[in-house]
C-alpha cells in the first residue's frame, strides 16, 4: 500500500515556474513507477510524465504538451518524486495528481497506476 500527498500548486503569471511534490509513504517507493496527471474542469485526467523505477533504469516519458517545460524526477531516499514546470502556460491550469504503480511500463493510462494522490490545484493567469 502506498499513499501519496501532492503539495506545491499555486497561482503563479503565464511564463513563470512551480515545482510541484509529492511525498509518498512505504518502504518499496523506488520500486514503484510514478507518474503525474492533470485534469481540468470539465475534462478527462490526462498523463503528463512518468518516472520508471530505479531497478528499471529510471527512464522518463512525457506528453507531448510537457516536453522542454517540464521534469520530472525522484528522490528515493526522500520518498519523493518532482514535476519541475517552466514556462508555465494558461492551458497548464489544472488539478495536479501524482500516482505509482507496480508494474514497469511508463504507461501514459491513468486506468494502469495503483494509488493516486489528492491533487494540488495549478493556476496560471495570462
Excluded at 62 to 76: Q, V
Excluded at 77 to 91: R, W
Amino acid at each position: 500500500q502506498v499513499q501519496l500527498v501532492e503539495s506545491g500548486g499555486g497561482l503563479v503569471q503565464a511564463g513563470e515556474s512551480l515545482r510541484l511534490s509529492c511525498a509518498a509513504s512505504g518502504r518499496t517507493f523506488s520500486t514503484y513507477t510514478l507518474g503525474w496527471f492533470h485534469q481540468a474542469p470539465g475534462k478527462e485526467r490526462e498523463f503528463v510524465a512518468a518516472i520508471a523505477s530505479r531497478w528499471s533504469g529510471g527512464g522518463t516519458r512525457y506528453a507531448d504538451s510537457a516536453k522542454g517545460r517540464f521534469t520530472i524526477s525522484r528522490d528515493n531516499a526522500k520518498n519523493t518524486v518532482y514535476l519541475q514546470m517552466n514556462s508555465l502556460k494558461p492551458e497548464d491550469t489544472a488539478v495536479y495528481y501524482c500516482a505509482a504503480k507496480l508494474r514497469f511500463s511508463l504507461s501514459e493510462l491513468v486506468s494502469e497506476y495503483d494509488y493516486w494522490g489528492q491533487g494540488t490545484q495549478v493556476t496560471v493567469s495570462s
